[in-house]
Structures are given as structure tokens and as C-alpha cells.
């Protein structure tokens, strides 16, 4: 069975680091790419990057560029989003979600919800 | 990078009638086209990818349509778990984006 597994919920101060994981099983995790998508409270899915773990290929949105870090280490299966210097306006639910290289994304994550009070 | 704008925001629908959702790209994405339901607290779920194909355990009561910059969604006959926010997204061109949704509620 297929599954991408997120780590727990996470509650920081502005200004602190995090690093959030998606570990992948029941496939083969290093020919699927692994995207990150955002939903902030109330709001719609945006598409913030995506990686190959196979090579390592990573392609972010403009919108995230800069401000979040998407990393893989295939010896356990796990994709990373990571921030060096949290916000408030950084308070969502990430998702991880699978895709082939030109493809939907047919399994996602059950998300992981990062909370940065103000 | 592809905007891609659904309408309407909200569609109001009896239980039983067809819904039709619509997707537009502001340049030609071909087929490469999928939909998803998200219903609240859960995760999105794929429902139709290549613009026209059910995903697997998808029902038939959903269809989808288009090519190029126009794209439909139809739900023939609407049943009670199908009320929820659908969401379009293109995977032609880097970056991948998303519509806005379409929240269909119970009329």
C-alpha cells in the first residue's frame, strides 16, 4: 500500500527554524517525485515545489523561492521542507504528495500543521 | 506561470442534479490537466488527471472534459459526499499551479 506519512503538527515563535519530513513507503520512492503544497486557513492549495529523489532535481515556485528549502534523503525514504527563519504568515497545513514526471498527484500526505503566532 | 481560474467560486446544487465546474488556463496546458475533491479536514484526493481520466475508484458520475485553455468538470447526478471544494491544477509548465477552487454546497 502507498503512503506518504508526515511528521506531527508543530507550534514556533517567529524566527525559529523548522524542518517538517514525508516519508514514503509501498513504492519505489526514488522514481516519484515528491511535491510540497500550502493551504493557509481558509484558503485554496498552492503548488510550492517539488523534487526528484532519484537525483535530487528541485524546482520551486517563484512565490517560494528563496523562502523554503526542499530536500530528500533516499537511503530512508523521506522528503524535507524546511525554513530558516519562520514567519506568522507562514502558519498553515503543508501537504507532500506524489506525482510522475508529468501527472497528477495520486497520493498525498495527511498533512502537517505549522502554527507561527504573532 | 499558467494562471488557472475556476468558476463559479461557489455552486449551489440539489442532491441529484449534475453540476458542471469550470477551469480556465491562461495559456494552452494541452491535456495536462487534473482535478481534486477536498472535502473539510482531509487531504485533497485525485479525481480525474489527462483532463479526461478517472483515477482509480473515481465513479462514474464524474467526468471531465477540454483541451488547451478551457476545461470542464461534470458531476452527472450529485450525491450527499460529494459536496465539497474541487480544484484545479495544470502539470504542463514548471511551476505547477492550482485554481482557486470551486466550493459545491447543498442548495
Known amino acids: 500500500e502507498v503512503q506518504l506519512v508526515q511528521s506531527g503538527a508543530e507550534v514556533k515563535t517567529p524566527g525559529e527554524s523548522l524542518k517538517i519530513s514525508c516519508k514514503g513507503s509501498?513504492?519505489?520512492?526514488?522514481?516519484?517525485?515528491i511535491a510540497w503544497v500550502r493551504q493557509m486557513p481558509g484558503r485554496g492549495l498552492e503548488w510550492m515545489g517539488i523534487?526528484?529523489?532519484?537525483?535530487?532535481?528541485?524546482r520551486y515556485s517563484p512565490s517560494f523561492q528563496g523562502q523554503v528549502t526542499i530536500s530528500v534523503d533516499k537511503s530512508i525514504s523521506t522528503a524535507y521542507l524546511q525554513w530558516s527563519s519562520l514567519q506568522a504568515s507562514d502558519s498553515a497545513i503543508y501537504y507532500c504528495?506524489?506525482?510522475?514526471?508529468?501527472?497528477?498527484?495520486?497520493?498525498w500526505g495527511q498533512g502537517t500543521l505549522v502554527t507561527v503566532p504573532s | 506561470e499558467i494562471v488557472m481560474t475556476q468558476s463559479p467560486a461557489t455552486l449551489s446544487v440539489s442532491p441529484g442534479e449534475r453540476a458542471t465546474l469550470s477551469c480556465r488556463a491562461s495559456q494552452s496546458v494541452t491535456s495536462n490537466l487534473a482535478w481534486y475533491q477536498q472535502k473539510r479536514g482531509q487531504a485533497p484526493r485525485l479525481l480525474i488527471y489527462?483532463?479526461?481520466t478517472r483515477a482509480t475508484g473515481i465513479p462514474a458520475r464524474f467526468s471531465g472534459g477540454g483541451s488547451g485553455t478551457e476545461f470542464t468538470l461534470t458531476i452527472s447526478s450529485l450525491q450527499s459526499e460529494d459536496f465539497a471544494v474541487y480544484y484545479c491544477q495544470q502539470y504542463n509548465n514548471w511551476p505547477r499551479t492550482f485554481g482557486q477552487g470551486t466550493k459545491v454546497e447543498i442548495k
Open positions: 504528495a506524489r506525482c510522475e514526471s508529468i501527472s497528477g498527484f495520486d497520493y
Open positions: 509501498g513504492y519505489s520512492f526514488t522514481t516519484y517525485w
Open positions: 489527462g483532463a479526461s
Open positions: 523534487i526528484f529523489p532519484g537525483d535530487s532535481d528541485t
